[in-house]
């Protein structure tokens, strides 16, 4: 059975049809059945909406967080990628500090989607993902996941400086100086502290203003403590001191109010307080712990370091012998704790624990907290042994150094298949240009032929003519002396027929020679006719 042929004029249909119903689609349907995009709030607008529910993290904790943020969103119908990234943004941080992991990354992976599915050229969005990536770095990296973290913080670091944006890179270069911190490098961990202050000197924040002020106090805290582990207690008290005057000149520029400003202070007295503790200072050292403690252990302080800070005072009256003292500090921590759990204040709950029965003689008590100590010291070693490990600045160097070799890789492929494209098309030329040349080589043959052959048709030509010329020549000669004798013998044949004496037996002989003389005349007439005819055609071809 024949296949049926289509004829071109369905076709012609066809593709108009699809056309239009492409143009009716694109013009006329889809604008209605898109999603009106959301307007851009303002960063300072959210971010107030989402200070409310982290406010609520330190009294009810960050369940009741996450059900503000949700039920916030919605009364204010708050819509778009914009709201929908910083809530999974919160939502990762909310889960993380209760170490529910999946989630917490589940909800860091979404944020970073939604932000990366938008233009880089924007600056908002550019910054939107270079957080992302760096907060899921943080996630995943306090998980011990250290080389998946390493990868997030190159992207993150990565993307800001393919941007230009070195002041939004100061995030690496903290978290790079906290790492070495707790690896105990702290010379390292100094520099990298001072690398991120002189960016906040160099940068301005606009609309940020109590972020740099902040941080730029926590960095000269930081710094503080690096000296003070280093046992340079000057440059350590120096810091202190500048730590100190940037809460004031803060408070008095209206970057924060005076809460804000004693919760500072109280992070720095904390500092003070153990530079006062390593130089023998005991009282005073005593004075500044309670000092940090009356600003940080406070429901909307800073829990993490009052923990820490009760740990410190409680070693310190452990070694002053302080029994009464050191108890009631350690009650107070161990309710701090069941509220707001702290891996390392545990740690050191634990081992203040059996070394204070141990003062008291309390031997099963004693060996009970040191058998938890010793369990917790090691799980936490094990779990954090990667992160000790790991130098987190020579693991960004060496992914970069790896992109950089993956992308010489890529030019030298790239390279080569240039260079064998330029070979394939100088070979090709190289082809062209030989028979272009072995063409105007046997065209020059060809032309030598023909012409040769034209000189010798010319030749041939010439010496017909000539001969022709002779041929004629010679019948006009021939003719014109014929036409005399013809013409006399019909002249004679007249004039013996016209005589008296003519014999009549005669005249038939006559009249023959007469007729066939004048055919021959005739002949000769044609003949001297046809020679003046070539002669006009020889004239007219020239």
């Known amino acids: 059975m024949p296949v049926k042929k289509y004829q071109p004029i369905f076709w012609f249909k066809a593709i108009c049809v699809s056309i239009a119903a492409f143009l009716i689609y694109t013009l006329v349907l889809a604008p209605h059945l898109q999603e009106p995009k959301a307007p851009w709030i303002p960063q300072a607008q959210l971010g107030k909406m989402f200070s409310l529910a982290d406010a609520k993290i330190a009294k009810y904790g960050p369940r009741k967080a996450i059900y503000v943020a949700d039920s916030l969103c919605k009364a204010k119908n708050l819509h778009g990628d914009q709201v929908n990234m910083l809530l999974y943004s919160h939502y990762a941080f909310y889960y993380q500090l209760l170490n529910v992991r999946d989630s917490a990354i589940l909800f860091a992976d979404s944020a970073i989607s939604i932000a990366d599915r938008h233009p880089m050229a924007d600056t908002n969005w550019l910054r939107y993902s270079f957080s992302n990536h760096f907060n899921k770095g943080n996630l995943l990296y306090a998980f011990g996941r250290v080389q998946p973290a390493v990868d997030e913080f190159f992207k993150a670091k990565d993307k800001v400086e393919k941007a230009g944006e070195e002041c939004h890179a100061f995030q690496i270069y903290h978290l790079i100086g906290l790492v070495m911190y707790r690896q105990q490098q702290y010379n ?24 740099y002020d902040h941080l ?20 350590a008290r120096i810091y202190c001191q500048k730590a100190l005057a940037q809460v004031r000149r803060s408070e008095n520029a209206g970057a924060y109010d005076t809460t804000t400003g004693n919760l500072n202070r109280g992070v720095v007295y904390g500092t003070i307080a153990q530079i006062f503790n390593k130089t023998g200072h ?34 310190l009256y452990l070694n002053e012998k302080q029994s009464p003292k050191l108890k009631n500090t350690l009650d107070s921590l161990s309710i701090s704790l069941k509220k707001h759990y702290n891996e390392d204040a545990l740690l050191g709950w634990n081992r203040l624990m059996y070394q204070y029965a141990s003062v008291n003689r309390m031997k099963l008590q004693e060996l009970n907290y040191y058998k938890q100590y010793i369990s917790m010291r090691d799980s936490i070693a094990e779990a954090k042994r990667e992160q000790m490990e790991t130098d987190l600045n020579e693991a960004l160097n060496a992914r970069s150094q ?19 494209i330029v070979l394939s098309l100088s070979f090709l030329a190289v082809v062209i240009i030989a028979l272009v040349l072995f063409n105007y080589r046997r065209s020059r043959r060809n032309v030598k032929v023909l012409t040769d052959l034209n000189d010798q048709i010319s030749r041939q030509k010439n010496a017909l003519e000539q001969a022709n010329r002779n041929k004629d020549r010679i019948l006009s000669v021939v003719a014109h002396d014929l036409r005399s004798p013809v013409g006399a013998t019909i002249y004679l044949a007249d004039l013996m ?13 006559l009249g023959l020679m007469k007729q066939t003389s004048q055919d021959a005349l005739e002949l000769i007439n044609e003949l001297l006719d046809l020679h003046a005819n070539n002669d006009e055609l020889v004239k007219g071809a020239c």
């Open 188 to 211: 390292a961990a100094k520099s990298y502290f001072i690398r991120t202050m002189q960016i906040f000197d160099k940068c301005s924040v606009p609309g940020r203003v109590y972020n």
């Open 216 to 235: 730029r106090q926590e960095m000269l805290n930081n710094i503080a403590q690096c000296y003070e582990n280093l046992a340079r207690y000057d440059s």
């Open 282 to 315: 005991t009282d005073s050292s005593e004075v500044f712990y309670k000092k940090s403690l009356q600003f940080t252990n406070k429901p909307n302080g800073d829990i993490s370091d009052a923990q820490l800070t009760q740990v410190n005072l409680a070693g």
């Open 402 to 420: 790896r992109l950089e070799i993956s992308l010489l890789k890529k030019d030298n492929q790239l390279g080569k298949i240039y260079l064998w």
């Open 497 to 509: 027929m016209m005589e008296d004496d003519f014999d009549a037996r005669l005249a038939p002989s």
